[in-house]
């Protein structure tokens, strides 16, 4: 029984390195090449997007993944990130000279008040199921971005000024600055975000998420996604433990780059999005979700050329890989695929056999 155990693990770890070594080997990659000049400056500007929508993934899928519950409202928390952060960055732009520690300090910001809003929201949400939960996270999306695009907040000599629906309330002297201007958003931030830092971010994420899910408090996540009334039976905390999955999820839907409010970048339509990364990308599969959302980022852009069939090849792409996922005859394949592999390929058991 040990040995199984052991095994077991040992398949989990070997599968999560390998994630990470793969995100490492496509920086690099993706480096040498913007370094030859091979990647234009439209692919280069995807290339944060791309870590940004991945990260959001990761969180989305221990949400949707590992708690088996249903989020279509992660947008918002995206949302409070973002703004959170970008507030943070004007604030404290000339009092901190170091760009790379007031990248730090905007981050966790953001990244605090995202949690702080999924433990906020996640207290009454938590407690309806299925597509009530998903209604209620959706409209707590919705509520969010109105709420900013209305939001005005300046400051000058005499302090802050804060106003609702109409900035022209507001009577700033020749010195002051807008913080939030309404449906302009913030303007002006310092770019501190990067590739590099968009890749640094994956990998303490997938770190979190896989320590998380390999941890007691995972197996009591999962143990109540499968069977709520039995894991209330051995005693497990249910709010507790979703709370915590529901929490953490939402930090990790920081968003490192976007500062207005808009329904394309925080609107319902960015959580489907979400969404379907990571239904593509496989439930529970947090690489998975990576590629979906790298492949599903890059491939508008790449089929611009194709003018009036872009979206309809779009569209057969994720019809093909949703059928490549979920498909009981594709599964059943992939699994002899496997089987085959495994039978010869796996060298070293047959060694261990012969021994």
Known sequence: MAKLNLKTVNKKTKDQLITFVLVIAVYIVVQIMVAAGAISSLMQG???????????????????????????GHAGFMCVGAFSSAFCTKMLEGVIGSQIVLFIIALLVGTAMAAFFGFLIGIPVLRLRGDYLAIVTLAFGEIIKNIINVLYIAKDGSGFHFAISNGNAIDLADDGVWLINGAKGIAKI????????????????????????NSRSGRAIMAIRDNRIAAES????????????????????????????????????????????????GMGNFRGSIIAAVLLTLLPEVLRGLSDYRMLIYSIVLIVMMLFNWSPKAIEWREKLNDWRKKHFSFGKKAKEVE
């Open 234 to 281: 051995v005693g497990i905390n249910i709010t507790k433990f979703k709370l915590m999955a529901f929490t953490i999820s939402a930090a990790i839907a920081h968003n490192l780059s976007t500062v207005t409010a808009t329904p394309a970048n925080f609107g319902y339509n960015m959580s489907i999005m979400i969404l379907v990364f990571v239904v593509l990308g």
């Open 190 to 213: 310092p770019h501190l975000s990067s590739f590099t830092a968009g890749v640094i971010l994956i990998l303490i994420s997938l770190f979190v998420v896989y320590n998380l899910v």
């Open 46 to 72: 995807l290339l944060v997007p791309m870590c940004t929508y991945s990260i959001v993934a990761i969180g989305l899928n221990l949400c949707v993944g590992y708690l088996g519950e249903l989020s279509i």
